[in-house]
Every structure is written in C-alpha cells, then in structure tokens.
C-alpha cells in the first residue's frame, strides 16, 4: 500500500497564478486533511473532510479551497497565490473511529514569488 | 481553545544520552495525545499515542512517553539517542474528527 501519496513535490509559482495540490489516499478513509508546516508554527489546519463530498474550514481557510469529489481523493486549490502562501503542504487521512491516528503524505513544497 | 505547548524550540544532545522533549496541553476532558516525529524532507511519522489506560506509552524506535494529569503534560523520553533519531518532534492532541492541535515542535540535534 502506498498510504497518503501528495502531487506535485514542488512548486514554484508567480504571484496571482492558481494551482491544484492532489492528495490520493488508498486506505479506505473518511477523513482527511490539509495542513500547512511554518517554521516555528508547526502544522496548522487548513480544511478538512468528515467523507466524499463534505469539506469544513479549519484554523486557517482563507485563501484556500478543497473539493472531495471521490473518497480516496482530497483536493486542495489556490486560486490566486500569494507570497504567505510559500509552506509546505501535508495531506493527511484517519479512519472515522474516533480516536484514531492521521497518517500523513510526504509534503508538498511550494514557493510564491 | 485547547492548546499545545512545546517550550524548547532546539535541544541538543550527546550520541548515548538520555531525552526528554517537553509538551504540555490546555485542560480538556480525557486528552489524546500523541507524538510524531518529522526528518528532514519527510512526511511525519506516528512516534505513540496516549488514550487511556497506562500512563506509560510505548512507541517505536525505543520511545516512551508519559501523562501525567497533574501537570497537563506528555513528555518524551529515550534512554540512549542515536544519531539517527536527529530530527523534529511534534507533541499533538486530537480535537474532534481526529483532528489533531500540534505544538510548535522541537528540533533534535544529536553531537557524536
């Protein structure tokens, strides 16, 4: 099993240009998440999903949409990127029983200039 | 709102000594906490978990952790690091939906 995969690795943007991060997960999972990792901040939540088609705004929504179209997929899209937007990006997914453990991607880097 | 403190931002330690990372929560009703550990690069990784039951928490690569309800921590322990174990901790407890409140996280560094 390959567990939370994230697309792209990095990214380099210019200022008002828009993308889409994918994060595919292959656990049969309800939830899942995005986070942002700051220096300093550790990770903050962005948004996340309780199943396929609901998504909920998290700690830090603004500027940020996500759709969850397909259960094993949660996608998280900037519609005009902005330098505060340079963080890496983790996707993570649970089991619906509560409590249960996030498992968590790799990362994706993605600089705004 | 609950929180997660995590009060040493570096820590440096000698390859063979011994660990403690720091992390304390905000007051709730019965916490989970966990511990992840994140190298350079990587995704993070689960390290243990605390629901109930025994205070002392096991976890992989020769991780322990303790809650202590009085003091509203869960810190983190290891007999002997290796050089391997260089990395960044984060302390976390769960809010609803499994989601989880990191701290700030702690950076290992490991002198041979």
């Known amino acids: 099993n390959a567990g939370v995969t994230q697309t792209p690795k990095f990214r380099v943007l210019k200022t008002g240009q828009s993308m889409t991060l994918l994060c595919a997960q292959d656990m049969n999972h309800e939830y899942m998440y995005w986070y942002r990792q700051d220096p300093g901040m550790g990770l903050r939540l962005i948004h996340y999903?309780?199943?396929?088609?609901?998504?909920a705004k998290g700690e830090v929504p603004d500027g940020y949409n996500v759709s969850r179209l397909k259960k094993q997929n949660f996608l998280l899209g900037l519609e005009s990127a902005a330098p505060s937007q340079t963080s890496v990006y983790f996707c993570a997914s649970s089991a619906d029983r509560e409590p249960s453990p996030l498992h968590f991607g790799n990362g994706t880097r993605l600089t705004v200039t | 709102a609950q929180s997660v403190t995590q009060p040493d931002i570096h820590i440096t330690v000698s390859e063979g000594a011994s660990l403690e990372l720091r992390c304390n929560y905000s007051y709730g009703a019965t916490p989970y906490l966990f511990w992840y550990v994140q190298s350079p690069g990587q995704g993070l990784q689960l390290l243990l978990k605390y629901f109930s039951g025994d205070t002392l928490v096991q976890g992989i690569k020769g991780f322990e952790a303790e809650f202590k309800r009085s003091q509203s921590s869960f810190n983190l322990r290891k007999p002997s690091v290796h050089w391997s174990d260089a990395a960044e901790y984060f302390c976390a407890r769960r809010d609803g939906y499994n989601k989880l409140i990191f701290g700030a996280g702690t950076r290992l560094a490991v002198h041979p």
């Open positions: 999903s309780v199943g396929e088609g609901t998504t």
